[in-house]
């Protein structure tokens, strides 16, 4: 059986889809299907079959995936032997939830470029959800981003700090009273995608508080936001950290609420059955040296 066929098994499963586990590992959906195949001819019997829109795993299936989990593991293993002691090498792929990326992980990737130079380095911004689905299923060897019920059953999380997020506006915006129930507010809140977690909090908070706004603008980078903000189209909910050159230059301000000043725990991630290879040791060491949070 050939290693390339058991990883495609094993993600369909982790990402529940075979499209899904092709964007994964960056094949084509024909050459995930190709690899189910080979694995079924030499099994002699079928690994999945399909429940509506589905694929489930078949009785067979069941049995084959926990010991195709520890083969791939000794895979991996064995492949590390060589490398130890010696330096770093391969691909190390982390996603990274955005305003830790842009503010916080710089010199964490600066002295892993130093320090590691023969490891080609993959960095994605990518949405806390997306994060850990993404460890889960093996598209990227680390996840750094904030807790979102990520699940513990085959995820190993380690806290990395946690940030305070904080309610903000332009000096002259007119409606600040964040924390009086019932209000319907002519403002805009200016945020990003809906997976956001800062963007849940706040929506839950004022859903509880019977706070209504005139609109929603939805972007996808937070220095556009802030750009926004500062031009007092509505206001926005981020840490403390990815605004702080602008409340100190008074182009931005905090405004009042028990919503503001919530601190989000920050987390690194892995696949507990993933061997941890030198370059994540190396780049798990340096965020425990440079996220203590604040």
């Avoid at 507010?185 to 004022?206: A, G, N, Q, W």
């Avoid at 206001?235 to 989000?264: D, H, K, N, W």
Wanted: aromatic share 8%; with cysteine.
């Amino acid at each position: 059986m050939e290693l390339k066929n058991l990883r495609t098994f094993q993600a369909i499963v982790d990402r529940g889809s075979y499209q899904r586990a092709a964007e994964a590992l960056g094949y084509t959906q024909s050459t995930v299907t190709i690899h189910i195949q080979q694995l079924e001819e030499e099994l002699g019997l079928p690994l999945f079959q399909r429940t509506g829109r589905r694929m489930v795993l078949t009785q067979m299936g069941e049995r084959f995936l926990p010991q195709t989990r520890e083969l791939l593991l000794a895979a991996d293993r064995l492949a590390q032997i060589g490398q130890e002691g010696r330096e770093p090498s391969g691909v190390l792929r982390v996603d990274m939830a955005e305003t830790l990326l842009c503010y916080q992980v710089q010199p964490v990737i600066q002295k892993f470029r130093r320090l590691a130079p023969q490891v080609r380095l993959v960095i994605r911004s990518r949405n806390c959800l997306d994060i850990a689905e993404n460890v889960r299923s093996g598209a990227c060897d680390l996840g750094v981003g904030y807790d979102m019920d990520w699940s513990r059953d085959v995820l190993e999380v380690e806290p990395m700090g946690a940030y305070e997020v904080i309610l903000l506006a332009a000096p002259q915006f007119a409606h600040r009273d964040f924390t009086t129930p019932g209000q319907r507010k002519p403002v805009s809140l200016v945020t990003d995608e809906p997976d956001s977690i800062f963007r849940r909090r706040l929506e839950d908070y004022l859903r509880k508080r019977d706070i209504t706004l005139d609109a929603t603008l939805e972007l996808w980078s937070i220095e556009t936001i802030k750009r926004c903000v500062m031009s007092d189209l509505g206001f926005t909910y981020l840490p403390r950290f990815a605004a702080r050159e602008e409340l100190g230059r008074g182009l931005l301000l905090e405004l009042e609420s028990p919503v503001s000043g919530v601190r989000f725990p920050a987390l690194c991630a892995r696949h507990k059955r993933r061997w941890v290879t030198p370059a994540m040791e190396l780049f798990m060491d340096l965020l425990r040296e440079n996220l203590r949070g604040e």
